[in-house]
């Protein structure tokens, strides 16, 4: 088995190798420079990772989890134009870089340019990979939309959240290892196994996120702490503050939300306070558990050797011990 | 041989059923309105008129076709908003009537729907349809960018001009006529000659476009004559004269050119005028006459009964002949 790290760094190089046409400059341009501002290109990594697990030559993978890095990076183009993001990785995003226009084409030639690095696949594969990446795009197309439509609502349920973090984060490390593996020349059920594994760690990691926003350690986690809150982002602690709080809180609540100007570090202290008087912490850390539990599940009924799963076993340890 | 408008109508009736998701409703319902707003459905058509002419089944083309209408209405959101419009198709674009990042999220995930429906056909022909999709796809894209382009310079070349049309419009109908024509059962020679009909015969209407837009009869044209003159748009005319235009013709074009605010009427008939000197109706002719003869040539080529390129012939003429 190669190591995690490994399969990054074959990625990355291979990033680097991809060529687009030279004409119209505007159009492919900014291609290569979303793609060079870097990422830890987990998403390939985890495709390759999938192939490896099951015997299958790396090599034949890459042009796929190349697709899968191309695609992450059309998201990425599309979603800053949307949410009006001037950085990316602490340097300008394209829309701002060259202007909205470009920003959107680009990200539409993207796509199509995953879909050709897809199509390089055996053909026996070929439709099955397309149905899975079609099926992972829509996801993600979907997660974002109603991730958009939650910033003007108020009365998000955590089943809807779940169901959006799946979408936007989930599916994609779910398609991914799906087409890993089937590359790999894993059968049909350990693909689906290897997918639900991925789909249930992405939503683990993504509630682990919302929790270490809040709780984490500011040095470790490399983030503002309380950015979601500052924000009012809809995160599973906040749905779930918004179900719990009654009266007084539910107030409070309502009321540091609504305000427009605050104290940044003031309004965290607030509202983690209400947080851990309704212990949301501690239902966010359950339905974390939960997510995990489903996914070591998903783990323990594939068709591999078991130090291969332990290999698979350890690395969603390391993804979810991050540090709190 | 099915009629044409026959084949417009089972498009017609074929896109009113495609069902898309319920939910997210903002993610699907724009792609149903624009879908609703109607057109030609001349490229579908076309797609199902090749694989007709060649003797295949046309239910087999119809999800194809239907991918090719989705993909053309995929670009004219994205289009719409690259370009500000208000209107399409005399009703409100999909981004005024919801907002802009519900036509970039829907057109996204049109793009991929149509992918979806492009896949629709047997295994054999999957990879090689969907390079042609690929390649019309990327065509689109790189004709609007050079298209968007020219907005901006007074030095694009006719040699750019008839590349951009080709890329823009041209290549949706050669690859459309392709793929149909690969679906009836045409061997590839059969189908690239009749995709290279279709493309010139694409450029061929394109440049009819342009002088109808200066020479037409309003009434059957059916737009405002003279509305790329007042908007300076690059057509072939303005180029060429931009080309051949010396001293006081060429300083007064450059006037009109430059002027922000000026009587349409007055404009028209002044550019028209110097049109008129130069003589550019016929070069526009000439180009339009040597693409209507590759488009000829390359129909003679094809291994077809004589009557089915009668047929082909006689819509050719139909088009390129619809008045002046």
Not at 206 to 220: A, F, N, R, S, T
Request: aromatic share 8%.
């Amino acid at each position: 088995m190669k190591k995690l790290e490994d399969l990054q760094v074959i990625i990355s190089e291979a990033v680097d190798k991809i060529g687009f046409p030279q004409y119209p400059a505007e159009l492919y341009e900014p291609i290569s420079y979303i793609l060079s501002l870097g990422g830890k290109r987990m998403r390939p990594a985890l495709l390759l990772m999938a192939c490896d697990l099951f015997g299958g030559d790396i090599d034949a993978a890459i042009p796929p989890a190349l697709a899968i890095e191309v695609f992450h990076n059309f998201t990425l183009m599309h979603d800053d134009i949307m949410d009006n993001a001037p950085l990316r990785r602490g340097r300008t995003t394209v829309h701002e870089k060259w202007n909205q226009n470009v920003g959107i084409l680009s990200g539409d030639v993207m796509l199509i340019e995953g879909y050709k690095l897809m199509m390089q696949v055996e053909d026996r594969l070929l439709r099955p990979i397309l149905d899975i990446f079609n099926n992972t795009a829509v996801g993600v197309c979907e997660g974002q939309q109603v991730d958009m439509e939650f910033e003007v609502r108020n009365d998000v349920k955590i089943d809807e959240y779940l169901n959006m973090i799946r979408l936007k984060t989930a599916v994609v490390l779910g398609g991914a290892l799906k087409i890993g593996a089937l590359i790999g020349g894993a059968d049909i059920k350990d693909a689906d196994l290897l997918s639900n594994f991925g789909e249930y760690l992405g939503i683990a990691f993504q509630l682990q996120d919302d929790i270490l926003d809040v709780y984490g350690d500011p040095e470790k986690f490399g983030k503002q702490v309380g950015g979601d809150i500052i924000s009012n982002k809809k995160t599973y602690l906040l749905i779930k503050a918004l179900e719990l709080a009654k009266d007084k809180q539910a107030a409070d609540l309502s009321h540091w939300i609504a305000l427009k100007q605050f104290d940044q570090a003031e309004k965290v202290e607030a509202v983690t306070a209400i947080y851990n008087q309704l212990e949301i912490r501690n239902y966010a850390e359950e339905a974390m558990q939960i997510y995990t539990d489903k996914a070591f599940e998903a783990l323990d009924a594939i068709n591999l050797p078991e130090e291969h799963k332990q290999y698979l076993h350890d690395f969603a340890d390391g993804l979810l011990v991050r540090e709190n």
